[in-house]
């Protein structure tokens, strides 16, 4: 019988397998931020540990960061981001720091690099590692002590996930991006869908997606509760890849493209689960409630907790609706929203920002508009193209990379009872800054609702 | 890590769903460096309203934490764990696990347990009706039991022994430092260093 994907990556991967005990898997790369790294150097100090392997690791500062010029003004986040510089400094870890060329969101980086690449096993101490996975690798998030595993021993200890393949069929309409893919998937399948699987996103639509999409469908594999997501490297792929500084170069370039043209589920394989979406009838999708299951068409209204048939979920829509102070039955399109941001590991890469530009060129904003690249190289393409101009001009604040207002961590946060269209990837509560309410949306639909003021789809203007 | 073998203690009960590691311990509480002194970091936001369950002080001294379905969703963050460890929990029962917080949890010897969604709202149920309900969690048995209730849960032989014995996964791994080795020389020649 056939394999999927996964299973031909995951068995590339086994260092040892034995009865009765998971399979220990050579991890290729290791990312690194500041926020869960400090306890596993730790670790390592008191255990007497050296870094395994600190040429397939490689760090970066992303979560502390402010994302305006200067020094980080908050005492605490300093000391970490300063830890992270002394423990890389003395285990001999590569990293890219503040104002540095090579700074930048963590899952922006690796595949600006090169460092991504099909058939790989990655790992960060972050959820959102699953975006790798676009490449056609296994790529997932990991705990304190597995980072502390993976420096010390470049393995980490798993039982292979099940597998499910998502089979999206048509096309995505004008207008219809990868995010409103995604938050539709996870509508369908619920935050718990994916729960002990890795997903493979498979389709005419999924094929027809840019690696900047297909990054973004990936990373959000984790919000509906799976290990990781991937989709099978194809001449897209190869392209976004050659030429980038740590992909292969002259012969070694054939002959992984060679290798990376079998990374593909054979055609008699069979996977656990099978989830079919038809791409065609989608619209743009937002979240209404606290979790991103929590979504709905544009179009639609508010829904009643009442139309739950599931006690749990129908409790669930009544809290949600209660934090996010929010009404059953009203239109979507009228909910009125004081922020947009515009970046992060879902949607802070180039084709997120010219997209936002296109929409906002020449008009203006009517809420405050954070637009912050997802990588300082990011930040150069695009001014190179004019887009800080065209954000700028519409109003928009122009800031340096960093994770920004994704997570609450850093200066750039909601206060309480804000409420945001985020093209981010948790509208948890709390997420962007305590009591802050936030509706996840693609860049094109925050784009639009920075114009109006009210969450809008780019065909409204 | 301590090991785990079987726990007896009172419960809490968590009548949410979809508790994202973001509630268990908001980001703000991140930016420590220690390992230590997450416990007041634990809910942070929920325990703001004193109608929250954990300020119930009827439920005061509580080991084991049963929640709805879709526990410890979202971030990676080891945090939440550490948070509900030093807070005092030994054990979180709930129908479904975030994958990443189950595996963070057996790694630092906090016993998540899974149990079918109608038998953790029983055992909400039989708590709230009596707080000082004793609960067992065998790990030995794979069993939880209240009153006259005897609930198999399943987790795997190797993670059972692991924890039951309180081992350090780094410390097993490294026993087989040669197979690394081995595996290291057969690696493909294309794959990107970061040097």
Known sequence: ?461 | MEAFITHTGTAVPLRRSNVDTDQIIPAVWLKQVSRTGFENGLFAAWREDPEFVLNDATYEGASILVSGPDFGTGSSREHAVWALQQYGFRVVIAARFGDIFRNNSTKMGLLPVVLPGDKAADLQSAVEANPKLEITVDLRERQVRWADEVVAFEIDDYTRWRLMEGLDDIGLTLRHADDVAVYENGRQPWLPTTV
């Open chain 1, 1 to 461: 019988m056939g394999r999927t994907l996964a299973e031909k990556v995951w068995e590339q991967h086994v260092v040892r397998r034995a009865d009765g005990e998971p399979d220990l898997l050579y991890i290729d790369l290791h990312l690194i931020h500041e926020v869960t790294s400090p306890q596993a150097f730790d670790g390592l100090r008191l255990a007497g540990r050296k870094v395994r392997r600190p040429d397939l690791t490689i760090a970066t500062e992303d979560h502390n960061v402010p994302t305006v010029l200067g020094p980080i003004a908050d005492p605490v986040s300093k000391k970490q981001v300063e830890t992270l510089r002394k423990n890389a400094a003395e285990f001999g870890i590569r990293l890219h720091p503040m104002g540095d060329a090579g700074q930048g969101v963590v899952h922006i980086i690796g595949p600006q690099f090169g460092l991504t690449q099909p058939g790989m096993t990655i790992v960060c101490g972050d959820s959102h590692t699953s975006t790798h996975g676009a490449f056609g690798g296994i790529a997932f998030g990991i705990g304190t002590s597995e980072v502390e595993h993976v420096l010390a021993t470049q393995t980490l200890p798993a039982y292979r996930p099940k597998t499910m393949a998502i089979e999206v069929s048509g096309e995505l309409p004008p207008g219809v991006t990868a995010k409103d893919l995604i938050l539709a998937i996870i509508a369908k399948i619920g935050t718990g869908g994916g729960q002990g699987y890795i997903v493979e996103y498979r389709g005419e639509a999924v094929r027809e997606l840019s690696m900047e999409g297909r990054m973004t469908v990936c990373n959000m594999s984790i919000e509906a509760g799976a290990r990781a997501g991937m989709i099978a490297p194809d001449e897209t792929t190869f392209a976004y890849l050659k030429g980038r500084p740590h992909a292969p170069q002259g012969e070694a370039w054939d002959q992984a493209v060679e290798y990376w043209k079998s990374l593909r589920t054979d055609d008699d394989a069979v996977f656990d689960k099978v989830v079919e979406i038809d791409a065609s009838t989608l619209t743009p999708y937002v979240t209404w409630g606290t979790n991103p299951g929590q979504g709905l068409p544009l179009a639609e209204s508010v829904p009643s907790p009442d139309s739950f048939a599931d006690p749990v979920a129908r409790s669930a829509a009544e809290r949600a609706l209660d934090y996010m102070g929010l009404n059953a039955g009203t239109p979507l399109r009228e909910i009125e929203v004081d922020t947009v941001f515009v970046g992060s590991c879902t949607n802070g890469r180039i084709e997120d920002l010219r997209s936002a530009a296109e929409i906002l060129r020449g008009r203006q904003v009517r809420t405050r508009t954070l637009i912050v690249p997802g990588s300082m190289q990011v930040k150069l393409q695009a001014e190179e193209e004019g887009l800080h101009e065209v954000f700028k001009a519409a109003g928009a604040e122009w800031r340096e990379a960093g994770c920004s207002m994704c997570l609450g961590m850093n200066p750039d946060t909601l206060k309480p009872g804000e409420r945001s269209a985020s093209t981010s990837n948790r509208n948890f509560e709390g997420r962007q800054g305590k009591g802050g309410r936030t509706h996840l949306v693609s860049p094109q639909v925050a784009a639009a609702t920075a114009v109006t003021g009210r969450l809008t789809a780019p065909a409204d203007l």
